[in-house]
């Protein structure tokens, strides 16, 4: 990846509709060059997808879940979650906990139907729920 493409990056990230004439404009390459680019940094699996960020309304009642899984049982949880559309994200890190769950639901209620729902997987010891008060920033 060289300067133009980590460019190309960080304007997609901000707006992934952004037009290619635009793209182009901003990092001094022409439309066809730009797509090329796209098209390759997709390929290369450095852009994985594009996507949309829906307004907070839609989804106000956000949450993290840190879940701690028995010995060896982490590598199984995460596949149990997948059907669950209000997770956002599930990320496996280190230390005393293993899994961070950012939940985006319609209502608290749900929030504590999904916990409970982690909960209940055989292999998760415990659930701790953070509700996020304010987002400050997202990209």
Same mark, same amino acid.
Do not use: Y
């Given at each position: 990846?060289?300067?133009?493409?980590e460019a190309?990056v960080?304007?997609l990230?901000?707006d992934?509709?952004?037009?290619?004439?635009s793209? /182009?404009?901003?990092?001094?390459?022409?439309?066809?060059?730009?797509? *090329?680019?796209?098209? %390759?940094?997709?390929?290369? /699996?450095?852009?994985? /997808?594009?996507?949309? %960020? !829906?307004?907070?309304?839609?989804?106000?009642?956000?949450?993290?879940?840190?879940? !701690?899984?028995?010995?060896r049982?982490?590598?199984i949880?995460?596949?149990?979650?997948?059907h669950?559309?209000?997770?956002v994200?599930?990320?496996s890190?280190g /230390?005393?906990?293993?899994?961070?769950?950012?939940i985006?639901?319609?209502?608290?209620?749900?929030?504590?139907?999904?916990?409970? *729902?982690?909960?209940?997987?055989e292999?998760?010891?415990?659930?701790?729920?953070?509700?996020?008060?304010? %987002? %400050?920033?997202?990209?």
């Amino acid at each position: 990846m060289d300067a133009k493409d980590e460019a190309l990056v960080d304007l997609l990230r901000r707006d992934s509709r952004m037009p290619l004439k635009s793209l /182009g404009a901003a990092v001094g390459l022409s439309i066809s060059a730009v797509k *090329e680019r796209i098209a %390759r940094l997709v390929r290369d /699996g450095i852009i994985e /997808g594009f996507t949309i %960020r !829906t307004a907070p309304s839609l989804r106000p009642h956000r949450a993290l879940m840190i879940v !701690t899984t028995a010995s060896r049982q982490c590598a199984i949880v995460p596949p149990r979650l997948e059907h669950i559309s209000e997770i956002v994200s599930c990320d496996s890190v280190g /230390g005393d906990v293993d899994l961070v769950l950012d939940i985006a639901a319609s209502d608290a209620a749900r929030v504590q139907a999904i916990r409970d *729902e982690v909960a209940a997987i055989e292999g998760v010891v415990a659930v701790t729920t953070l509700p996020v008060l304010v %987002r %400050r920033f997202a990209r």
